[in-house]
């Protein structure tokens, strides 16, 4: 089929409470990762690759730096004369008020009566990964579902609005589970749906008249013993980000090169904001070991399994292990950082010492010196 009769929305605000301290200036979507990304490039990109040429972003707050990095969409070939990229503003909606995916979607009415295509694609963006949406459309239809939950199988996400499914040998879902389900291992959804738009729009409408907003509780959990509410298993590696620990170890692991390959792949690009800059400058006396480096970085120091983003500029004699240095930061010398997130244009002292754990990093807010 031609994916063009499929538009994509993406709602970078859900989850936002998995990284309040970070998600306090930006949407979660914008959160930068990997040392030159932000987590929107994920699901963007994967839209773009499977040949989506209409896109909306529905926002609800803090989406001034997500605006800034999306721009027009020229990046991931979405700044066009037709279609291409929406930013949808939070219209009439209060932080009271908004309630997830319902709220959002319930003043798209303009927006989906001028738009032609037929199926829906929703998707949030805590998940990294390298996902092929074509084979989610494409089960969607040949099962003649009325929604498609997209899931995977392994140890359940803690967050609280995790959906744990229970489905058939159709994968036809038989029951579904909110939060905390008392169980540690399953099936769980990964914020990824694909719907007709016309049942989206009655849907959403139905609800709002019940004063019911809650998209996974009020309309699948509600409706999947009288829907066709099928899952599709997503096979493709991914790294799901419920938790500034889990967010620090899905950075982590982009420093081995098998996980690097699989979310990095040549045949499905992931792309962002395009940005020239000079290469990274690495000092005589520095020393980078199993580390990303960005652009424009300076290296005068040591760094050990860390991810330097760009413009960040590391002193003599300064130390960085099991790091993450966001873009602009200074870390000056005979300072030493271990297990420590350094948020945009952070300031380190020098003979300054951080030391935090992998499973319970240290957290430096944007702006800050110390």
């Known amino acids: 089929m031609s994916y063009t009769n ?29 040392g030159r990304y ?13 040949g989506v040429s209409k896109v909306g972003v529905i926002t609800k707050s803090n989406y001034q730096s997500l605006m800034d990095h999306l721009g027009s969409g020229k990046a991931w070939d979405l700044s066009r004369k037709n ?60 099962s003649g579902a009325d929604i498609t939950v997209a899931y995977q199988t392994g140890v359940i996400p803690q967050l609280d609005s995790t959906l744990v499914l229970s489905t058939g040998l159709d994968d036809r879902i038989a029951d579904i589970a909110i939060g905390d389900s008392g169980e540690t291992t399953g099936k769980y959804a990964i914020g990824l749906y694909v719907i007709a738009k016309a049942l989206l729009r009655q849907l959403v409408h139905s609800a709002v008249s019940r004063n019911q907003m809650h998209f996974e509780r009020d309309i699948l959990q509600r409706n999947v013993q009288d829907m066709r509410i ?42 962002t904001k395009v940005r020239d800059c000079c290469p990274a400058i690495y000092g ?41 240095v966001m873009q602009g930061t200074i870390v000056s010398g005979s300072s030493t950082l271990g297990s420590v997130i350094l948020d945009k244009d952070v300031w380190i002292k020098e003979n300054r010492t951080l030391q935090g754990f992998e499973s319970y990093p240290i957290f430096i807010e944007k702006g800050a010196t110390v």
């Not at 929107?40 to 839209?47: G, Q």
């Not at 590696?237 to 996980?259: G, Q, R, V, W």
């Open 284 to 324: 005589l006396k520095s020393s980078v070991s199993n580390s990303l480096v960005a652009d424009g970085a300076v290296i005068e120091g040591s760094v050990k399994n860390s991810i330097i983003f760009r413009d960040v500029k590391i002193g003599e004699n300064a130390r960085i292990e099991n790091c993450i």
């Open 6 to 34: 499929v538009m994509g929305l993406i709602f970078p605000n859900m989850h936002d409470e998995t990284l309040r301290d970070m998600t306090s200036v930006r949407a979660l979507g914008s959160v930068p990762f990997g």
């Open 83 to 142: 279609q291409g990229l929406y930013i949808l503003p939070p219209f009439g909606i209060t932080d009271e008020s908004y309630a997830g995916r319902i709220a959002g979607l319930a003043t798209l009415d303009a927006f989906f009566s001028n738009s032609k295509e037929d199926y829906v694609l929703l998707s949030d963006c805590h998940v990294v990964g390298n996902i092929d949406y074509e084979k989610i459309v494409d089960a969607h239809i040949a």
């Open 230 to 271: 099928f899952g599709y298993e997503v096979t493709e590696k991914t790294l799901m980000i419920s938790s500034l620990a889990s967010y620090f170890a899905a950075n982590m692991a982009l420093l081995d090169p098998e996980t690097r390959a699989k979310i990095f792949r040549t045949d499905r690009r992931i792309y």
């Open 38 to 50: 932000r987590l929107i490039d994920f699901t963007l990109s994967n839209m773009v690759n499977m």
